[in-house]
Each structure stands twice: as C-alpha cells, then as structure tokens.
C-alpha cells in the first residue's frame, strides 16, 4: 500500500474543469454491471490546457472517446485511483467512457453494491469512483440522466433522481428505464436502485398547490411497516413549508429502505436510501425510540433537499454546512411534534457521552476539519452533533425570525451552489447586521470549552455580578486557542423561585438596559468574547440564585460555583425545564464521583438521603411531564462519569451507578411500584407524547425495580413481559429480566429469539441487549453470538448491534484481562477485509486507551498495534489506529 496522502483544507482549488451535463447508462448483469457515460466538459478558464484528473477505484476501464474519437493507451494514464487526460482539448468537449464493475462482489457498501438481491447505490463521500471515472468532488455539479436496464423478473423496478421519462421492454426478457433529474448536483447525490420492491403511495400537496407523489419502496412483505414513515415524511415536508417556507421542488419523492447500510440513510436527490431500521415499524416490533429515530431520520433527509442538496458543500471539510444545520433541522422538528424539553435533554446527552469524549481524545477535530485522510471517518459526532450545536448558537443569539432571516439570505445567495462555512455565517450575520465577533472560532478549534463562573451579591448596591473564565483545551495539532465567542443564557430567581424581572446588566463601561413597556425581561443571553470577563446584573434586590445556561445555550462543560442547596432549589424551581433536569444531573455527577473516589479507598458506600429524597419529590410530582421525570431520575451514563476522572476507572464507576441504583430501588421501592401500575399503556399502540410518556416513567422505574434481587420484581416483570402488547414494553420488560444473571434471564432471552426469529430487525435489538450486558464475563457469550445463525459480518446493523453494543459495556469491553480487547481486535481484523468504513467505526472504541491506568492502557495499545502490523490495511483503519496511537 502507498503510504496514505492527509489531504488539508488549506489546499483547496477550483478544479480546472467543470461538467455541465452527465448521461450514464448502467445495464445491470448477474455477473458483471457496464457503465457509459457521456460528460460535456468545460474548462474553467477559457483557454487553458491543463490535465483532466478523474477519480476511478476498482473500475476496469473498457473504453474512452474523447469528441467521439477514441484514445488510444499512451492518450491517458491509468493507475489505480485515477484516469488522466494529459492534454484535453482546449475549450468545451464531450467525454464517453465504458467501464466494468462487479456490485456483487461490493462488501464495502459504497459504490453500486448488492442487498437482499437488489441492486442499489451509496456515493457520499466518495462512492461515485467506485461506479465510473468521474471529477468525484462535491463543487462539480452537472446535469444527469440516467438510463437503466436490466432483467425484468429479476428487476422489475427501476429508479434513479427525478423524473421518469420513458421506459419499456426491450428483447430478451430485459426492460429499461430513463430518468432525468432537472437539478445539477454533485455526484454524491446520484442514486440507482433496481429490484424487486414494492411501494407504499401517497400524496402531499405543497402549500402553492404542487402535488407530489411520495412513494416508500421496500421488499413486499415489509410494506404494512412503512405507515410510520409515510406520516413521518408528511409531516417533514409540512413543516419545513411552515417554519422555514421551504417547499418541495420536484414531483416525486422516493425513499428506498434497504438492510445492508452502512450509516442511517441518504438524501440522494428524490431517492433517498435508507437503512430499513429507519423506515420500518410496526408497534409490535419497533420501540417508541425506534418510532422516534425514523420521524428524525425522515425528516433529517427530506430536509436536506434544501440544506446540502440545493445548497451544497464546496469540499468536504465543509460537511458540518449541511450536517450540522441539517441535524439542527430535525431536532427542531422533532421538538415541534413532541417535548421540546426532554428532545433538548435527549440531545445535550447524547453530546456529553460522545462528543465531549471524542472532543478530549485523539481524534479531536474542529466542526470542520483542517485535514482527514479518508473523509468516511470525518462522519463524526463533532460534525453532527457540535455543529447542530453551533447552528443552534445562531438561533440563540438572533432569535427566531432573526435566525430565519438569516436562512433565506442564505438561500437566497446560494441557491444550486456548492458552499463553505463562511458562506453561512456570513448570511446569518448580513441578513441581521449582527456583530459576531469571534463566532468562526466554532468551525476552526477544536476541544470542549471550560467556561468557570462565580457569582457574588452586593447587598449595599443592589447588584449581582457573574465572572466567567474560558478555557479552550489543548486538541492534537492545535496546542494554544483563541478565546471563544459564548452565548450564555442566563435567570435570575428569586427566594419564592420565581424569575426576577432584569433591568440592565453592566459589561465594561455599557450597560445594556432591558426596560421594555410590554414584557417584563426573565432571561437573558451574555456573550462571552474574552478570556475573563464580568457582567453585572443592577436592580438586584435580594440574592438571587442565577440559572445558568438556560437551555444548553453553548456546547462547553460549564463549572460553577452552585451549591448543593442552590441545585436542589433549581431542581424545583427552575422556569427552564432544561436546568431543572440539569441540577438534578449536577447533583447525580458529584455525587457519582465522591462515591467513586469512596469505593476506590474502600469506603463503605452511603447514599446522600437528600438526594432520594430529591428524586422522590420528582417523582410523585403530577405537574411534570412524564418523560421529563424519567429522565430527570436517569442517573448519567458511566461513559459521562468516566469522562470527567483524571484516570477512568470502569469498575469504579459501574459498582457506584449500580450501587445508587439499588439503593434508589429499594428506598423508593413503593413508588415505583405504583408508577409501573399507574402507566401501563392502553391496549392500543399511540406514537404521540402522552402516551410514549407513560411508557417510559414505567419503564425507567421497572428497570430501577429489577436491580433489586426480590422474587416479587421478578414475578413483575415476567407479567409486564408476557401482557406487553408492543415492543417497547415487550422490550423494557426483557431488559429488566436480563439485569441479573441466571435461568429466569437465559429462558426469556431464548423465548424472545424464538419468537422473534423471522425478523431481523428484532433480532438485532436481541443481540445488542446482550452485546450490552454487565453480567461477568460477557466476552464469551459475545464471541458464541458471532456464530449465530442470524449474525452476519457482512451487515452493518448487526455488527453495529453485537460488536458495536459490546463496545459500549464499560465493564467488560475494559475487563481488567484484556479480553475485551483483544476480541475487538481480531473482529477489526477481519471487518477491515470486508467494509473498511465498518471496521474503522469499531476501531474507534479503542482510541481512548489513554484514559484508563496503565495495565489496561498496554492491553489496548498492544491491540492497536498488532492492527496497524496488519497487511493490507484500509485507509480508513490506518487513519483510526495511527491517530490513537499518535
Ligand atoms: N449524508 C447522510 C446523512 O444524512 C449520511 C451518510 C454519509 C450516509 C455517508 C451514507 C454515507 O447524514
Ligand atoms: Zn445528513
């Protein structure tokens, strides 16, 4: 292998030239795939002769024509990742190439690969290369058709991008298909499917009056699944026309759910591709996360129709320009048809145990990236998730018809462009006349912020002063940082916990006073720009106790100088119902950690009796939402604890959750019992907020139930497991019995596989149950799983079920022998052989090797190496385990 090429933002150039039109014709064989293209080329600067690069991987090169002439070997060079034309013809020119590929023989899951006997493609990042030779980069936009033709038993439908224009038979039991898509785009974007599928129709109208046909493809008997994902996509397409006045631009949309899949799913232009976990459901086989997940993911794609594909990326250091704000998208969304509160809960956790640790570790990256060696591993939680962050951060500070301003000027500018970063910011703060200071930070450094405050009362002046500190951490590659521009959203309560009204606050010589005539001011949001910096609050007249953050107003680990009594006041208190739920986490995480540091001296563990007695008032108090009480009793996940210790320490941490779960149990034990009887659901399955509230306080409470060793639970939670009447009962139930080791758990576990065989998706929820557990000694069972009759290597969803939930058990992926280890190790190993994009997600599950004490530091790094000793190593691994390494 060539040593792999880091390729660096800073090095970005227009490329030399451009491709107007694009028309492929794909005849699609059993043994083999030909592709024709025919591109009209032009160059960027009249006149110019400079060589025409094109990107080819795994093609075998048939033909090449050249203005209808064809070149001769010695015309072009050809190596393994590039075809080149060393002196094009000057000025506008037509280029056809014949290629060869075998999506059979595709594991890797990119480029036109097979599944379930389908045939269907997957080009972002860089899967186009693997199809035909093309410029394959996003700022090359053209105009495509499409002609297909295959088998017609074999195949009977055949879809790509926009609109059918003409099909029929054709001899030899063939038929044909040609599409035309009447936008340009990248070739990311191209999409072809062809198989054996059936739809499910339906039609929206758009708000001027467009019908447009919707249609969900799936295998036959999957069709009565895609109910949920029909009014997902409705539902989607609505409220992008009535928040953002985005409309739909074609009059077809397709989604196609295939099972193998290496990520969630694609917005290829009208024909999104989805993993069939996220369109599936039926209530008997999908839970209500899963219900959840497909309206996200649905509305996720859609929304990309203006949000990546419309407007698009110039490279892919900028991914974070669709990403970020796509993901900002359909958290929105998704807020607007349930909780906005407990979506804002479930989003800032998910920040906190994957991106704050991915954030301090070696793979540390900004929003957008400076450098990568294989895009696929830039897919990142830092992308997604921080850059939804850093959208979220615009809104914060223009509010809401600012930030929509800023959205049509962006549009309005950049419609069927390919775009940066400094595009969107620079719309966002034109369409305002903002002062944004050092806001672009956000896309340039990486690390989690530290921002500390303390706060003091002036009982003589009446004022209340907060000072903020910021501190940006040391990131690989980027030692010192420039002082970050942070919107802190902040209350003032009062002694009866009331919101104080704000007057002004003081900042360096301005004050900036609130008076309004028509609404008293209860919050506020101070901008950070500097290194140290004070703000005071006048008219302040008695202390107040601040609520800080409001919301998760900025992506940073925020310390202050709260005491206990004041987060015990906010957790009842507090207007925010995100803070509220925030104290309570405050409250969980310190006193995880001093138990922590109790068990690691051997001290007898006690629980804190204010803090029961804190989650006993949530818990029986009938004005709150039921979601939010059970995430507000949710302790933090140990990942999140293991973050915040100078040496993570897995045992540690899980005796301690474990131990204050137990202890919750058996202190609350009867109110728990009364929530499990007072919210079981009704017969029929509802997907609305009410009901999924209901079903997750008594989940979360018969979970807290069975950790207690008591024969009584355990008699409960068979009844809760054989009345369940939809999945996400049937689930918890399963879950809670599988907590303890022993033949209760080994006779539901095998009474579920059997019920449940026929179906796939279930299957996998199956295995990753196990995959998860904390039972001793899980490594075996994980390992006799790998020889399954329902494991496959080969697909995604149940490497990412089975390894991937392995990864995820603090205790047994860390065992102290190594054998956790060593057995991700060797999976890698034969992953990278058959999905390199697969096995690096894997590999990453190491990377943090640092963090542990030094035995089980040598066990990983000795894993890491033998991988990197491996012959023949993807890119995408060596890029992983080199960094981790580093
Ligand atoms: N662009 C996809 C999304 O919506 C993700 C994806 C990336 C899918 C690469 C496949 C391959 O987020
Ligand atoms: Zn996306």
């Known amino acids: ?246 409309e739909y631009d074609l009059d077809l949309f397709n989604i196609v759910a295939v099972p193998d899949f290496n990520m969630g799913a694609m917005e290829n232009k009208s024909l999104n591709i989805f993993n069939s976990r996220l369109v599936l459901a039926s209530p008997e086989t999908a839970s209500d996360a899963d219900y959840a997940a497909i309206l996200g993911v649905i509305g996720h794609e859609y929304f990309h129709n203006w949000t990546g594909n419309r407007v698009t990326c110039r490279d892919w250091f900028q991914l974070s320009l669709k990403e970020g704000l796509t993901v900002f998208r359909d958290q929105e969304f998704s807020s607007d048809m349930g909780s906005r509160t407990v979506k804002r809960i479930a989003d800032v956790s998910r920040l906190r145990n994957y991106q704050f640790p991915q954030d301090a570790g070696p793979m540390a990256h900004p929003v957008r990236p400076h450098s990568y060696i294989k895009m696929d591993n830039f897919y990142t939680v830092t992308v997604y998730q921080k850059g939804a962050e850093v959208v979220r951060m615009y809104k914060t500070l223009l509010g809401t018809q600012g930030f929509r301003k800023g959205m049509n000027l962006y549009f309005k500018r950049h419609d069927r462009q390919a775009v940066t970063c400094e595009d969107f910011f620079a719309a966002m703060r034109d369409a305002n006349d903002a002062e944004f200071a050092n806001f672009l930070h956000w896309y340039s450094q990486a690390g989690t912020p530290v921002v500390k405050v303390t706060s003091s009362y002036n009982a003589n002046a009446h004022t209340f002063s907060l000072k903020f500190s910021q501190e940006v951490p040391p990131t690989p590659g980027q030692p010192v940082k420039e002082p970050m521009f942070i919107p802190v959203a902040v209350g003032l309560l009062d002694s009866s916990g009331k919101d104080m009204h704000l007057s002004s606050v003081y ?83 310190k006193l995880m950690l001093s138990l922590v540091a109790d068990f690691q001296q051997n001290k007898p563990l006690a629980l804190n009796p204010k803090f029961v007695q804190g989650l006993r008032s949530i818990l029986s108090d009938r004005s709150l939402d039921k979601e939010f009480i059970a995430k507000a009793i949710t302790l933090p996940a140990e990942g999140e604890i293991m973050d915040m210790m100078e040496v993570a320490d897995p045992d540690a941490v899980h005796a301690v959750r474990t131990f204050i779960r137990k202890e919750l149990a058996s202190q609350l034990k009867s109110e728990f019992l009364s929530t499990v009887q007072n919210n079981r659901s009704s017969k029929e399955y509802v997907f609305d907020h009410l009901n999924m509230a209901r079903r997750a306080l008594k989940n979360v409470a018969l979970a807290y139930l069975a950790s207690l060793e008591d024969p009584e639970i355990t008699e409960l939670a068979l009844h809760e497991y054989n009345t369940a009447t939809n999945m996400t009962d049937q689930f918890a139930a399963l879950a809670a019995i599988a907590q303890k080791p022993g033949k209760t758990r080994d006779d539901v576990l095998a009474d579920f596989c059997s019920k449940w065989q026929h179906d796939y998706l279930v299957v996998n929820k199956w295995f990753a149950l196990q995959a998860m557990s904390d039972i001793p000694g899980n490594v075996e069972n994980v390992h006799n799983l790998l020889n399954h009759p329902a494991f496959d290597l080969r697909n995604p969803n149940k490497v990412y079920s089975l390894i991937g939930g392995f990864c995820g058990s603090p205790v047994n992926f860390h065992a102290k022998d190594g054998s956790g280890y060593k057995f991700l190790g060797e999976i890698v190993l034969q992953l990278d052989k058959l999905n390199p994009r697969v096995a690096s997600r894997m590999v990453s599950a190491f990377s943090r090797w640092r963090r542990f004490d030094e035995s089980r530091q040598k066990l990983a790094k000795a894993q890491l190496e033998m991988i990197m000793s491996a012959n023949g190593l993807s890119e995408n691994v060596f890029e992983i385990a080199s960094k981790s390494l580093a």
């Open 1 to 246: 292998m060539d040593a792999p090429k880091e390729i660096f933002l800073k090095d970005y150039k227009s490329p030399d030239y451009y491709f107007d039109t694009v028309d492929l014709k794909f005849s699609l064989g059993e043994e083999k795939t030909i592709v024709a293209s025919k591109i009209t080329v032009f160059p960027r600067v009249e006149g110019s002769s400079s060589p025409l690069d094109l990107n080819g991987v795994d093609l075998k090169l048939i033909l090449i024509k050249v203005n209808g002439k064809e070149l001769k070997e010695g015309d072009y060079y050809l190596d393994s990742r590039h075809l080149t034309l060393p002196s094009p013809p000057s000025g506008k020119f037509t280029l056809e190439i014949v290629n060869e590929i075998q999506p059979q023989k595709n594991t890797s899951l990119e480029g036109l690969y097979k599944s379930s006997g389908n045939f269907c493609t997957q080009c972002e990042a860089e899967g186009f290369r693997k199809i035909t030779f093309y410029q394959d980069r996003p700022d090359i936009m053209a105009k495509y058709t499409c002609h297909i033709e295959a088998d017609k038993s074999l195949y009977p439908v055949l879809l790509s991008n926009g609109n059918l224009i003409e099909q029929g038979d054709l001899e030899g039991g063939k038929h044909y298909a040609v599409w035309e898509d009447p936008f340009k785009k990248p070739c990311y974007l191209f999409a072809l499917v062809a198989g054996q599928l059936e739809s499910r129709d339906d039609i929206f109208v758009t708000r001027s009056g467009r019908q447009v046909s919707l249609r969900i493809w799936t295998l036959a008997q999957d069709v009565p699944k895609t109910a949920h994902a029909m009014y997902s996509l409705k539902a989607a397409m609505k409220w992008d026309e009535d928040v953002f006045g985005l």
């Open 507 to 589: 900042h360096y010589g301005t004050l900036q006073s609130f008076v309004s005539n028509s609404q008293p001011v209860l919050s506020t949001v101070l901008r950070l720009t500097k290194k140290e910096e004070e703000f005071v609050f006048c008219d302040i007249f008695e202390r107040p106790i601040p609520s800080l953050l409001r919301g998760y107003s900025a992506p940073i680990r925020l310390e202050s100088d709260l005491s206990d009594s004041d987060l015990f006041f906010l957790l009842a208190h507090d207007s925010d119902e995100f803070n509220r739920w925030e104290a309570g986490q405050l409250l969980a995480r």
